[in-house]
C-alpha cells in the first residue's frame, strides 16, 4: 500500500518520541509527508460558571488563558523534538497544534491521512487514555498503527548491533517472511473468530471477541502489514568465552 500522508499522534508521554520515530522511518521508507499533531484539551470558560464559581479564584476567562499558556509551553519541547526529527530524516512534513478533544480531533485528521500512528494506551499512566486510539480506529475509516505501549522498534541492522553492545554474538537467524506474517497473522485473529462462534457464556462476550477480532485485522491489513518484520535469533554470549 503506498502512503504519501502519515499522520502521527504526539503527546508529552514518554512514548510519544518512540511513536515519531517509527513513524518517521515509516515516511523515508514511502516518501511520505509526515504531519505531527499535538492536542491541548482546554475546557471552556463555562465550565467555571454555576455552582463551582465561588471556589473560583480567578475570572474563568484569565484561568482558560493560563491553562492554554501551560500546555503550549508544555507542548513546546515535542514541538521541537518533532522539527529536529523532520531534519535528521530528510522528510517533508508540518506540526500541528490543535484545541479540542483529543479523541475526536485525531480522528478528524486522520481521515485525511493514509495511515495515522497513536499509542497503545498504558494501564499504568493515568494520562495516557486510550480514547484516543479507540476512537481513531472505530471512526476515522482510515489505517491506523497503534504502537505498544513498552519496546523498542529498531531496523534489523540496529537489532544486531544491540545484540553485539550487549556482549552476544548472532550464530544464526531466521527472518520471517510476509507469508509466515500473514499465516501468524490469520491466526491470530481466525482463533477469535472461532472462539466467539463457539462461546455459548453470552451475546455481548461473542461480540467482543468478534470486535477485538475485527479491530486487529484491520490494524493489520490497512496498517503496519508489510511494514515491520519478525526475526528469531540464536544468540552466543561471548562476553563469557574463556
Not at 512534513?93 to 498504558?122: C, F
Not at 499465516?183 to 455459548?200: N, P, Q
Not at 470486535?211 to 502489514?225: C, D, K, P
Request: charge should be negative.
Amino acid at each position: 500500500m503506498a502512503l504519501k500522508d502519515i499522520l502521527v499522534h504526539l503527546d508529552t508521554t514518554p512514548r510519544s518520541a518512540v511513536r515519531m520515530e517509527l513513524a518517521a522511518r515509516l515516511a523515508v521508507q514511502h516518501g511520505a509527508h509526515l504531519t505531527g499533531v499535538h492536542v491541548i484539551d482546554i475546557p471552556s470558560a463555562n465550565y467555571f460558571y454555576g455552582a463551582a464559581m465561588p471556589f473560583v479564584p480567578a475570572n474563568p476567562e484569565e484561568i482558560v488563558e493560563r491553562i492554554r499558556a501551560e500546555a503550549t509551553e508544555a507542548a513546546a519541547p515535542v514541538d521541537t523534538a518533532f522539527r529536529d526529527c523532520l531534519r535528521r530524516n530528510g522528510l517533508q512534513g508540518e506540526w500541528r497544534m490543535a484545541e479540542g478533544s483529543p479523541p475526536a480531533t485525531v480522528a478528524l485528521y486522520a481521515r485525511y491521512a493514509d495511515l495515522t500512528v497513536v499509542g497503545q494506551p498504558n494501564r499504568d499512566e493515568p494520562q495516557d487514555a486510550d480514547a484516543v486510539t479507540v476512537t481513531a480506529v472505530m471512526t476515522s475509516g482510515r489505517p491506523v498503527l497503534a504502537v505498544p505501549f513498552a519496546g523498542d522498534f529498531p531496523t534489523l541492522a540496529q537489532l544486531v548491533d544491540t545484540f553485539g553492545e550487549h556482549g552476544f554474538e548472532v550464530g544464526y537467524a531466521h527472518v520471517s517472511s510476509a507469508e509466515e506474517w500473514d499465516d501468524y497473522e490469520w491466526s491470530w485473529t481466525g482463533s477469535l473468530v472461532a472462539r466467539a462462534l463457539g462461546d455459548e457464556r453470552s451475546a455481548d462476550h461473542r461480540e467482543q471477541l468478534l470486535g477485538a477480532a475485527r479491530t486487529h485485522r484491520r490494524e493489520w491489513v490497512e496498517g503496519y502489514r508489510g511494514e515491520l518484520g519478525f526475526v528469531t535469533a540464536v544468540l552466543h554470549d561471548v562476553g563469557t568465552t574463556a
